[in-house]
């Protein structure tokens, strides 16, 4: 190689280094969307089932407050009829007609497999959503991590390229494989840490 070669070789390796680099700065750009997008799918969710779970813990308390008012209407009509002496046949027959079907109505409270609204349908439903919400409350802090470790490692990136201190990527590299991991453990939680 002749000497007068050398600077424009020097450009070559520049221009490469400096391909490469937009490349791994267009991936960790990459990386930073999808793990965005799953911290907040994760917060959208986590938020949504806790919602939907109270609603659904409501409509339980509201089932069981009813439930109980027609068991107290049944028990206070049944000892209505029984301390009255003066009724009739046909009069206690609907008396006991009426305590029947407010009965029925309190049992059927209790499970409605057709509707899913009875009280034990409600309560498994619920129990889901809260499943369901813990989950995503365990996966968004992954996410926020992936976040920052992807965005630092887009910041060391630029800089190594502007300054030329081939550490600062190196160091960039090591902040893109945490919040690449990071980001996988949001989607899968392999690990679980102690937040």
Do not use: C
């Not at 068991?71 to 029947?100: G, I, N």
């Not at 369901?132 to 887009?154: G, S, T, V």
């Amino acid at each position: 190689m002749e000497a007068d070669e050398i600077p424009e070789k020097i450009k070559e390796a520049a221009e490469s280094t400096g391909k490469a680099t937009a490349l791994y700065v267009a991936a960790l750009a990459a990386a930073l969307a999808i793990a965005s997008l799953g911290g907040s799918n994760a917060a959208k969710e986590m938020m949504n089932a806790n919602i939907e779970a109270t609603d659904t813990f409501a409509f339980y308390q509201g089932k069981a407050a009813r439930q109980t008012q027609y068991q107290l209407t049944a028990r206070s009509l049944e000892l209505s009829v029984l301390s009255r002496h003066d009724l009739t046949p046909e009069q206690r027959a609907e008396a006991e007609k009426e305590v029947a079907k407010y009965r029925a109505t309190a049992a059927r409270y209790d499970s409605e497999p057709d509707t899913g609204e009875g009280k034990k349908e409600l309560l498994e439903k619920a129990r889901r959503l809260e499943a369901a919400r813990d989950h995503a409350a365990k996966q968004d802090p992954y996410f926020d991590i992936a976040e920052a470790a992807l965005q630092l490692a887009i910041v060391l990136a630029s800089m190594a390229t502007v300054v030329g201190v081939t550490a600062l990527l190196w160091l960039s590299g090591v902040f893109a494989a945490a919040g690449v991991l990071a980001t996988v453990n949001g989607f899968l939680l392999l690990v679980e840490l102690p937040f």
